[in-house]
């Protein structure tokens, strides 16, 4: 009864210690991997309300995919894999709204705050963003100025 007993207890102290504290940062926040944005004709709203005194920075992107879901009508997902110059660096894209030519165009960047102090390491970075569906049509993706992928809708 008692090695049960001694058992279980260590059993506790290791499953207690493997739970964050309650009172960590961001532990109240919903935890994802896909950032949900609006149909390209809409902006991407540039920097969030939480940035003060912002500063715009690169985002390094080693690369970027367009995936197509099938799906009625299709649907279609930027995928970009890079680094951010810091850790404190926050990843932000605006999509402009559809030219005559059918092209979307994709901007890629980050912010971070003109006053803060932070480690030099490059910070790596995997979205997805969902770029929605598009009226029947031939249509060209660009991302910093370079072409990603052509594709019917």
Known sequence: MKKNLAALIVIFFVLS?????ATEPGMDEPVTN??????PSEPIPTP??????????NAYLDSAEL???ESFPLQFTLVLKGNLPTPCHQLRMEVSP??????????????VQADMICAQVLESFEENFVLGSFPAGHYSLWVNG???AE???
Do not use: H
């Open 67 to 69: 995936l197509t879901l």
């Open 34 to 39: 896909e950032t949900s944005m609006p149909q």
């Open 151 to 153: 594709f019917d809708a």
């Open 98 to 111: 559809l030219d005559s030519e059918n092209r979307i165009n994709v901007d890629v960047y980050s912010v």
């Open 48 to 57: 969030s309300p939480v940035d003060s005194n912002p500063v715009r920075g």
């Open 146 to 148: 370079e072409l990603i």
């Open 17 to 21: 210690a493997c739970t964050p504290a």
